[in-house]
C-alpha cells in the first residue's frame, strides 16, 4: 500500500476525486442492485469478519501499538480495540442489516390528477454518501452496510489513529462486493490519512451526495465551514428532563436517575434537570439523596442553592453544557413555561423530556419543543434507532433538513416523483 | 424608510443578523399559531392586495422607471411589472394557500414497541426559511404566504430591481400579521439592496434552518460557496424526451413538440429528444416537420446529420444546454441502454420523459433515471406543484437531500419524534 500521507496537496485532492468518481460510477449500479444481491454481499462480508478475525486483529494492533507510542488516552485505546466480541458484534451486525427490509423502489401516495394522469413518489438511493468519522473503526461496517442497504456507495474517512484496522476492514467489504459481481467501490475507502483529504472531501459537488461527519465539534465545524454539498450533522446532545408539578414523584426520581446515569458518556444522556417548584419538597430532596449515592455531582440554580446550600452553583455555562460525566445541572422553574423556554434557549434540540400526568402539559411539550425527540414519561437514554425500531442508525441528526433524530437506511433514500401517462400533454 | 444600501459592510450584517434574530423569535411563536388564525391571516391578506392596488402599483412604477433606466430588457421589466391581473392573482394566490390542509401536528408511524412505549413521528415547522430571490416581486407574497401556512417565519431578500415594489407588499403582508395578533417579524424583509447582505444570510446559523436560492446560476453558486447553513437549490433543467422503439409514434409526436414549446422558456421544457434508431424513418421526418411548422431549430448528432445534412450539428456542449428557447438537440440512440446512458451523463435531474409502450422499458426508466421526475408517456412540461395537486410551490428542487422536485408546504416542514412512555426506563 503506498503512503499517501506524504503527497503533496494538490496529489490529494486528485486522489480523493479519483475515488469519489468510481464511488459515482458504483453508485449507478448500486441502484439498480436486487435485494437479494445487496443481502449475499453482506452475510458474506460476516463470514469473512468471522473468518478473518486473527487478521484482522493483527493490523487492529498496529494501530493500538501507534496510540499508545503517541499517548492517547486510554479511553481512546479502548475505542480502537477490535476485540473478539467486537468483531463478533460487527458480524451480527452485517447480518441484522440483511435482515432489514429494503427500502429502495417503494412507491407511496400514487394518486391520480383530474387529467388522469397518476403522479407518486418513488423512494430511491441518495447516491455517494461520504462518511468522515473518528476513531472507532467498527462504524467502516456500519457505515458501508447501511449505504449498501439503502443503494448507496460510500466514500469512508476513517480517523488516522485506525488507520491499519480501517484499511482491512474495508479491503475485506470490498472483497464481499467483487465476489458478488458488485464494483468494489461500493465501498470506497481513502487511505491517506493527510487532513486536506476532509477539505476535498466537502467539495465534491456532482460526485458526493450528502456528507456526513461523525465526531467532534471541531470536525463537524470544520466540515461545515468547507463544505459545497448538503451535511447531514451528528451534533452531541444537551438534553433536559423536566419534572412537572403533575409528575408521579417515584416515576421522576427513576427517569431523571435512568436519564443521567444509565450511560453517561453518550449524547442520549440528560445534562440539566428542570424541577417544578411544586416539586422542591420531598421529591427534590429524594432526587439529590439518589444522584448523591450513585457519585452524581449536582449544579443548581440559585433558588436549588437557597434550600442546599452545600451543593455547587450552577454558573450560565452549566446551562449549555454536554457534561457527558457524572454531573448534572439542576434548576427549580416556577412553572411549566419557564422549562419550555428555558429548554428553548438552551437545548441543543437533541432530546427532551417531560415527566407529568397533566394531560394539557404533556401535549403542549409535544407540541413545543422543537427537538429531535420530545418524549412523556420516558427516560432521554430511548433516543435511539435501535429502541425506535428502525435497525442499525447511521447517526442521530440535530438539523431539521432530511432527517432528524435517528437515521437508519430509510433516511439514506429520497423519493423522487414518478409520473404514469397515457399521451398525456400540456395545454 | 433608512437607505440601508449606503451603510458599511459590518452594518449590513449586524442589520441582518437582527432581523434574523426577530424572525427567530417569531417563530416560535409561529409553530404554536392555530391554523384558523393563519388562514385569517392570509385571507387579510388577500383583501388588502386587492384593497391597496394603486398603492402597490405606484411602488412599482418606481421600480419599472429606475428599470428603464437601467437599461433592463423588455422580458425584466415585463416580470417586474404588477398588473391589475397579476395582483388579483396574487390575492387569489393567498386565498389559495388558506385553503390547503394544514400539515403541522399531522402524526405518523405511531407505533408500540416490544416494552410498550409508543414512537411516532410528528410534522412540525422547520423554523426560519431565508428566501433569496431576484426579479418578480410576487415572490414576496409567495413565499410569505406558503411560510406562515407551514407555521415558519420568513426572511426575505428580493432583488435590489423591485425593492420599492418588494417593499410594500412585504409592509402590506406585515399589517396582515399583527391585525391578526401575529408577530410582524413573521414576514422578515431585508430592505437594503447590499449585496453583502445575501453573504451574511447564508451564515445565519442557529437562526436561519434553510436558505432557498431562486434565480440565476451564479447566484446560487454563490450561496451554495458561502453558505454554513442548509441550502434548498432550484437549478434549472436540462429535461429529455425518449422516444422508444416502441412508443406510439403520434403520441411520441404530440409528447416531443408539448415538451419544448408550450411554454420554452422555464426548467420543465425539454432540452434534448433521444430518438430510438428504429424511430429515425417516419416518425423523425413527421417529429422534424412539426418542429419546423413550429420554428424550432433543430441541432443533431452525427446519425441525424446522415439523415438530414441540413440541420445544425449539434456541438458537445449541446447535451448540456438549457436553451429555454425554441432550439432543441436531437440524438439518435441505438439502444434503451444508450438512451440510459445519454441521461445519466448529461441530465440536470429535473425531469426525463420515456415514450413507450414496452411495459419492461418504461419500468426501467422509472426505476434507473435519477431525476427529480420521472415520467411514462407524457410531457415533461407537467412537472409542477400545482399539476401534481401540491398545491401553490415554492420551487423546484434539483436536490436530493430533503425535498426532491416540486416543493409545497409540507417540504417546509419537517418530522420530530415523539415517544409516549408509562415511567419507561432503559435497562
Known amino acids: 500500500m503506498s503512503d499517501a500521507a506524504t503527497t503533496t496537496i494538490n496529489d490529494v485532492e486528485a486522489y480523493v476525486k479519483g475515488i469519489a468518481e468510481e464511488a459515482r460510477k458504483a453508485s449507478v449500479e448500486l441502484a439498480r442492485t436486487s435485494t437479494k444481491v445487496k443481502n449475499r454481499a453482506l452475510r458474506e462480508a460476516a463470514a469473512l469478519v468471522r473468518q478473518c478475525t486473527s487478521d484482522i486483529q493483527k493490523q487492529n494492533r498496529l494501530d493500538l501499538e501507534a496510540g499508545k507510542a503517541k499517548g492517547l488516552s486510554s479511553a481512546m485505546l479502548d475505542r480502537l480495540e ?3 466480541s467486537r468483531l463478533e458484534g460487527v458480524a451480527t451486525m452485517l447480518e441484522e442489516v440483511a ?52 443503494g448507496n456507495a460510500c466514500l469512508l474517512r476513517g480517523g488516522s489513529e485506525a488507520i491499519h484496522s480501517n484499511t482491512v476492514l474495508a479491503k475485506l467489504l470490498q472483497e ?31 460526485l458526493v451526495d450528502v456528507i456526513i461527519p461523525r465526531g467532534g465539534k471541531s470536525l463537524i465545524e470544520a466540515v461545515v465551514e468547507h463544505a459545497t454539498i448538503p451535511v447531514l450533522k451528528h451534533y452531541d446532545g444537551n438534553c433536559h428532563v423536566y419534572v412537572d408539578q403533575y409528575a408521579d414523584a417515584q416515576m421522576g426520581r427513576d427517569i431523571c436517575l435512568n436519564s443521567k446515569i444509565q450511560r453517561p458518556g453518550v449524547c442520549n444522556a440528560a445534562e440539566t434537570f428542570l424541577v417544578h417548584k411544586e416539586q422542591s419538597g420531598d421529591f427534590l430532596e429524594n432526587l439529590l439523596a439518589d444522584l448523591k449515592a450513585k457519585n452524581v455531582e449536582v449544579r443548581g440554580c440559585a433558588k436549588t442553592l437557597e434550600l442546599y446550600p452545600d451543593l455547587k452553583a450552577a454558573t450560565e455555562e452549566d446551562w449549555s453544557e454536554e457534561y457527558l460525566d457524572l454531573i448534572v445541572a439542576l434548576k427549580i422553574v416556577d412553572s411549566f413555561d419557564e422549562a419550555l423556554e428555558h429548554i428553548e434557549k438552551y437545548s441543543s434540540r437533541h432530546t427532551d423530556s417531560i415527566v407529568s400526568n397533566d394531560y394539557a402539559a404533556t401535549q403542549r411539550f409535544l407540541r413545543e419543543v422543537d427537538s429531535s425527540s420530545v418524549m412523556i414519561n420516558a427516560s432521554t437514554r430511548f433516543s435511539d434507532g435501535g429502541e425506535y425500531g428502525l435497525g442499525a442508525e447511521m447517526g442521530i441528526s440535530t438539523d431539521k433538513m432530511h432527517a432528524r433524530g435517528p437515521m437508519g437506511i430509510v433516511e439514506l433514500t429520497c423519493q423522487k416523483f414518478i409520473v404514469y401517462g397515457d399521451g398525456h400533454i400540456r395545454t
Chains 1, 2 share one sequence.
Not at 113 to 141: D, K, Q
Open 176 to 206: 464481499a462486493m467483487t465476489d458478488n459481481g458488485l464494483p468494489k467501490a461500493a465501498v470506497s475507502f481513502i487511505e491517506t490519512t493527510d487532513r486536506q483529504a476532509v477539505r476535498a472531501m466537502c467539495r465534491l459537488r456532482g
Open 82 to 84: 477490535l476485540t473478539d
Open 99 to 150: 435482515a432489514l427490509p429494503d427500502p429502495v423502489g417503494e412507491v407511496t401516495d400514487l394518486r391520480v390528477r383530474p387529467n388522469g394522469m397518476r403522479v407518486g413518489r418513488m423512494r430511491v438511493p441518495l447516491g455517494v454518501i461520504g462518511l468522515i468519522y473518528e476513531s472507532r473503526p467498527n462504524v467502516t461496517a456500519d457505515a458501508a452496510a447501511l449505504c449498501l442497504k439503502s
